[in-house]
């Protein structure tokens, strides 16, 4: 029954495994804690001094990007309600999991893990129990190849922005959203010319700097 509340009992039926372990599956609640006993014959009931928390189940509206690196490490935003400060994140029923990046009980992050399928979508799902119970992202992930990125040309440009930057690397052309170039903290669209080879052109600066360029 519940703690503190004039609600009454519910009873489900427990299913044995063993002298010491026996499991019962939670009937539909109210959130708040419930005060877990137990009985073989529905008059003596032994209380175990365990209380049970019900809580809202989690709901996903939207993730993004809805893409992941091969190598891991991508965060995927996701947006919906219930989270919980534990919630965790799982790639695939059965998949690996872990803990989620918890913004607000309304925004997480989920760190993407190693993938060797490449090409493949995966499914995102949020549990707010430890893993016991997931919801479903309605959006399969996609999981990518890594860009690689070996050379660009040139190496200065024009404080004006405006130079035309030749970058060298590799898995440009398998993407489903553009590829974009970052000169510090500012980013372009680049255009892709082949599997191996993409333009850019630099930003516009107030000032002479020395900034780093990634795609």
Same mark, same amino acid.
């Given at each position: 029954?519940?703690?503190?509340?004039?609600?009454?009992?519910?009873?489900?039926?427990?299913?044995?495994?063993?002298?010491?372990?026996?499991? &019962?599956?939670?009937?539909?609640?109210?959130?708040?804690?419930?005060?877990?006993?137990?009985?073989? +014959?529905?008059?003596?009931?032994?209380?175990?001094?365990?209380?049970?928390?019900?809580?809202?189940?989690?709901?996903?509206?939207?993730?993004? =990007?809805?893409?992941?690196?091969? @190598?891991?490490?991508?965060?995927?935003?996701?947006?919906?309600?219930?989270?919980? /400060?534990?919630?965790?994140?799982?790639?695939?029923?059965?998949? %690996?999991?872990?803990?989620?990046?918890?913004?607000?009980?309304?925004?997480?992050? &989920?760190?993407?893990?190693? /993938?060797?399928?490449?090409?493949?979508?995966? +499914? *995102?799902?949020?549990?707010?129990?430890?893993?016991?119970?997931?919801?479903?992202?309605?959006?399969?992930?996609?999981?990518?190849?890594?860009?690689?990125?070996?050379?660009?040309? =040139?190496?200065?440009? @024009?404080?004006?922005?405006?130079? *035309?930057?030749?970058? /060298?690397?590799? +898995?440009?052309? +398998?993407?489903?959203?553009?590829?974009? &170039?970052?000169?510090?903290?500012?980013?372009?669209?680049?255009? %892709?010319?082949?599997?191996?080879?993409?333009?850019?052109?630099?930003?516009?600066?107030?000032?002479? @700097?020395?900034?780093?360029? @990634?795609?």
């Amino acid at each position: 029954h519940k703690a503190d509340s004039a609600v009454p009992a519910i009873a489900v039926d427990g299913q044995w495994n063993s002298s010491e372990t026996m499991y &019962c599956v939670s009937p539909k609640l109210y959130p708040g804690e419930y005060l877990v006993t137990s009985t073989i +014959n529905g008059q003596d009931y032994v209380e175990t001094g365990f209380y049970f928390r019900a809580e809202p189940m989690a709901t996903i509206s939207a993730i993004s =990007p809805a893409i992941a690196r091969a @190598s891991g490490g991508s965060i995927i935003t996701v947006v919906g309600t219930n989270f919980a /400060r534990d919630a965790v994140c799982r790639f695939d029923d059965g998949g %690996v999991w872990g803990a989620a990046i918890f913004d607000t009980s309304n925004e997480i992050g &989920c760190l993407s893990p190693e /993938r060797v399928d490449i090409g493949s979508y995966a +499914n *995102l799902s949020v549990s707010n129990n430890g893993g016991k119970d997931f919801v479903s992202a309605s959006e399969p992930v996609l999981i990518y190849d890594d860009l690689k990125m070996e050379a660009f040309l =040139p190496f200065s440009g @024009s404080m004006s922005g405006g130079t *035309l930057v030749v970058v /060298r690397g590799g +898995n440009f052309t +398998n993407l489903v959203a553009p590829i974009r &170039c970052t000169f510090g903290e500012s980013e372009v669209e680049a255009s %892709v010319d082949s599997e191996a080879l993409l333009f850019c052109r630099s930003p516009s600066v107030s000032a002479p @700097s020395n900034v780093t360029l @990634s795609i």
